[in-house]
């Protein structure tokens, strides 16, 4: 099994030996090079996503069954590991939804556009990988799964020096937060709900990994342990 | 919001209690369908395709107190099938008044004339007649020419008797905001009504007409145009301004489909009062049992079409009363009379 996350910092907290393959439409190349490089039985996408299902809260996890994009493209998980992930994350009273997650190339800071979105949609969350990598593991013929938590809910906007925000690590967040202090607060509130949805992340995904792990096909997930891939350089954060 | 201030100071002191005791799910309205059977056979009903043991089959008085007693909700709403075809109807009525619930006797009216001497006027009754449209589109859209004037005359007989009355309106493909518009203005202006209820039709698969129903997209259109009337000054809704935002596409909001459990005669329905999963036995299992995460817009197919006040007016009380902002709005709406 291949477990990536977006960022370095949602790898780092997230554990369970995920990978980090880039934010943006990078993540779809970087995946599809730890494919090539050395295969696996299913890719797992997991990290934070903006909410537009106005019932999620911060740390409320989204399940996708389907994985949309801007131009209205659709990819479907694979029935029985979707079922068994599920059924893994109600048996340990996790608290999530089973919904779809739309895919942009930047991050959706406006609550009027989160509202059009899931007007349009219906989709739990907004990310910007999901799709892509989902595609690149189609192609290679992998199934996928993704589990995002929610950072920003869908009544909450993100602070305006972050709608440029392509995928740089901390410390340039933190340069931009430091310039505007007018936006402190809501940095703060973003930074408790990181700590929130990474802690939802953590908890969730050994249920989630060992409940697919059983429903994959023996031949393809014996011998496969998590995360023995290597890192490519490029895509590293 | 147009509703009593005796009901929204009930149901605000019912929503304080459960925020206080940190309850995750409860009701706010049971919809108790104590009969299938309808007289009759509306192009937009779901309800009415059970076999025929089934619609034989009828909801005591004291099967209807017991499941108002279980669930706790404030408001008990009673449809079916036609409420009024119960022979017991009225006692099913004053039980559950005597428990001091809301109750919403929703008819088509045909019997309504007949059968208001069984009833008797209360704070806690209101008389809510399924009113689609004028003489032509409503007796269109319930397939049986004549039923509007016999809702008219049941109206008009039911204020004169000192009945609450309300209306509910189902917006289909074939409404016009224009014919909406001149119906309400009807329903406010010639026959004074307390208040009015309006929801998008629900795209039932069994439904006998699969044309009549809109999409989503469209729903939030015909509302817009439907609710941007200057008349609209003048409606007065039982609705939360909130959910008459989501209507009109500018609040999103997530289905509550346990916010209004329906208990009919073969049990309490999951998952909601439109889709109908199977039944059980108690309104425990309901809230405890069922995988609330499945369904809901964005989750579930079927939820794709649905904007209807059974699944999200629960959203929008909740949302009002966590905004003191909303709480407000909703408040000045109650104390002028309207939404």
Redesign the interface.
């Known amino acids: 099994m291949l477990l990536v996350a977006p960022t370095a910092h949602e790898a780092a907290a997230i554990g369970n030996g995920a990978l980090v393959c880039g934010a943006g439409p990078r993540a779809a190349a970087a995946v599809s090079a730890m494919l090539s490089d050395g295969g696996a039985g299913l890719v797992l996408v997991a990290g934070v996503c903006g909410g537009?299902?106005?019932?999620l809260a911060p740390g409320d996890l989204v399940l996708a069954r389907r994985a949309v994009s801007v131009s209205g493209g659709e990819m479907f998980t694979q029935g029985a590991l979707f079922e068994a992930a599920?059924r893994a994350m109600?048996s340990s009273g996790l608290g999530?939804?089973?919904?779809?997650l739309f895919t942009t190339g930047r991050p959706v800071a406006d609550r009027a556009e989160?509202?059009a979105l899931?007007?349009?949609?219906?989709?739990?969350g907004v990310d910007m990988e999901t799709y892509g990598v989902a595609q690149t593991a189609d192609a290679h013929g992998v199934p996928w799964l993704a589990l995002r938590a929610v950072l920003d809910p869908?009544?909450a906007g993100l602070p305006a020096s972050l709608r440029g925000w392509q995928g740089e690590g901390d410390a340039a967040v933190l340069r931009r937060a430091v310039r505007r202090p007018l936006e402190w607060p809501s940095y703060a509130r973003l930074a408790l709900a990181m700590r929130r949805a990474t802690r939802s992340l953590r908890t969730a995904l050994p249920a989630v990994i060992a409940s697919v792990e059983d429903a994959l096909d023996p031949e393809v997930a014996s011998g496969t342990p998590i995360a023995v891939l290597p890192i490519p350089r490029s895509v590293a954060t | 919001m147009g509703i009593p201030l005796r009901q929204a100071i009930a149901v605000s002191a019912y929503l304080l209690k459960q925020k206080i005791t940190g309850a995750r799910r409860y009701p706010l309205v049971l919809m108790l369908e104590p009969l299938y059977r309808c007289n009759l056979a509306c192009a937009g009903c779901g309800k009415i395709q059970h076999p025929e043991p089934v619609l034989n089959t009828y909801l005591s008085p004291e099967e209807c107190w017991a499941a108002a007693e279980e669930c706790g909700a404030p408001v008990v709403s009673i449809a079916g099938g036609e409420p009024l075809v119960h022979p017991q109807i009225d006692r099913i009525v004053d039980g559950l008044v005597q428990r001091r619930k809301f109750v919403y006797l929703c008819t088509n009216a045909i019997l309504l004339e007949r059968g208001l001497p069984k009833l008797k006027p209360s704070p806690y009754l209101t008389i809510s007649v399924h009113m689609d449209g004028l003489r032509d589109l409503h007796d269109a859209m319930v397939d049986r020419a004549g039923v509007f004037d016999k809702a008219v005359a049941g109206i008009r007989e039911a204020k004169r008797l000192g009945f609450r009355v309300s209306t509910n309106t189902t917006i289909f493909a074939d409404s016009k905001p224009e014919q909406i518009r001149d119906l309400f203005n009807f329903l406010i202006d010639d026959l004074h009504v307390d208040g009015m209820m309006v929801s998008p039709g629900y795209d039932y698969p069994k439904a006998p007409n699969q044309r009549v129903f809109l999409k989503?997209?469209q729903m939030?259109e015909t509302f817009r145009s439907i609710l941007s009337f200057p008349d609209r000054r003048r409606w007065r809704f039982f609705h939360t301004p909130l959910f008459l935002d989501f209507l009109q596409?500018?609040?999103?909001?997530?289905c509550?489909a346990w916010g209004n459990p329906t208990r009919g005669v073969l049990g309490w329905q999951r998952p909601c009062y439109l889709m109908a999963e199977g039944y059980v036995p108690t309104f425990r299992q309901l809230i405890d049992e069922t995988?609330w995460?499945?369904y809901?817009?964005?989750?579930d197919a079927r939820c794709?079409n649905c904007m209807a006040h059974c699944g999200y007016e629960a959203?929008a009380v909740k949302a009002t009363m966590a905004s003191p902002l909303e709480g407000v709005r909703a408040g000045l709406g109650t104390l002028a009379g309207k939404a």
Request: proline share 5%.
């Open positions: 537009l299902d106005p019932s599920r109600r999530f939804v089973s919904s779809s989160k509202t899931w007007n349009a949609h219906g989709a739990g869908a009544h | 989503r997209p939030i596409g500018k609040q999103a909001m997530q509550t995988e995460d499945r809901g817009y964005g989750r794709a959203t």
